[in-house]
């Protein structure tokens, strides 16, 4: 897949969209990987839609628009979809990636709930970093084939991406989109080392097979290093 192939699609989505739902359909927008410029060919499309309300029937009609698309089937679509008071009640600190490194294609965001604060910021990096560091400690401490672990997706590591992107918005005031973004941005070298095994993370696959308890150490050290500025950090006394 390209970057053709990727908006042919979303200029399909959206025109079923709005013939399913009409004046229903609030909100719509591509984001993820090839909205922020740094997908590889298998990546998914990522979009976000959000409608009035959801009943039993909408479920069903919006997941048979989706088999009707193309590249469904290969597991190539990921869509977060949602009403407008669920949207209202999900926690602004998991909102970031709705506000930031997307490209609306209908609708306003800010038409339907208020944009994530300094406050926000700061949860999302906690939150983050204690939940990661809890995984990288479970497979340290009990007993497991890390060779296996750290074969699988790097879910874990690009969290931390996210929270380093929630930490820059908090303390440089500024958003970072991509990887490459974030790596030329960040003064920390374990920042900066933990963001580049990221980017490298298929071509470093023998070396994270034969030494995986380095990336997992890595990831531990990372989390509780953040955690720790975390605690440090003068608290937002505004929220814009």
Not at 23 to 50: C, K, M, N, Q, Y
Not at 163 to 186: H, R, V
Not at 203 to 212: K, N, Y
């Amino acid at each position: 897949m390209d970057q053709a192939a990727v908006d042919q699609w979303l200029d399909d989505f959206l025109e079923r969209l709005q013939t399913l739902f009409g004046p229903r359909l609030a909100f719509v927008a591509h984001h993820g990987s090839w909205a922020r410029g740094e997908a590889r060919p298998d990546s998914d499309i990522d979009a976000f839609v959000i409608v009035d309300r959801i009943d039993d029937r909408d479920l069903g009609d919006y997941r048979d628009l989706l088999a009707s698309m193309p590249y469904t089937a290969e597991h190539q679509v990921s869509t977060f979809f949602g009403s407008a008071s669920e949207l209202r009640q999900w926690p602004r600190h998991e909102q970031s990636q709705c506000w930031f490194g997307r490209r609306v294609l209908q609708g306003r965001l800010e038409d339907l709930v208020d944009p994530p604060t300094p406050r926000d910021y700061l949860e999302d990096v906690r939150l983050k970093a204690a939940a990661n560091l809890h995984i990288a400690r479970h497979y340290l401490l009990h007993p497991h084939d890390l060779a296996a672990v750290i074969r699988r997706p790097p879910y874990p590591f690009k969290e931390c991406c996210y929270a380093l992107q929630s930490w820059m918005l908090l303390t440089e005031g500024k958003y970072c989109a991509t990887k490459a973004d974030l790596l030329a941005a960040l003064p920390d070298p374990q920042d900066r080392e933990l963001v580049q095994v990221v980017m490298d993370w298929h071509s470093l696959q023998t070396d994270r097979e034969a030494r995986p308890q380095y990336y997992l150490e890595l990831l531990e050290r990372w989390c509780r290093a953040m955690l720790q500025r975390v605690s440090l950090q003068k608290p937002p006394n505004q929220d814009r």
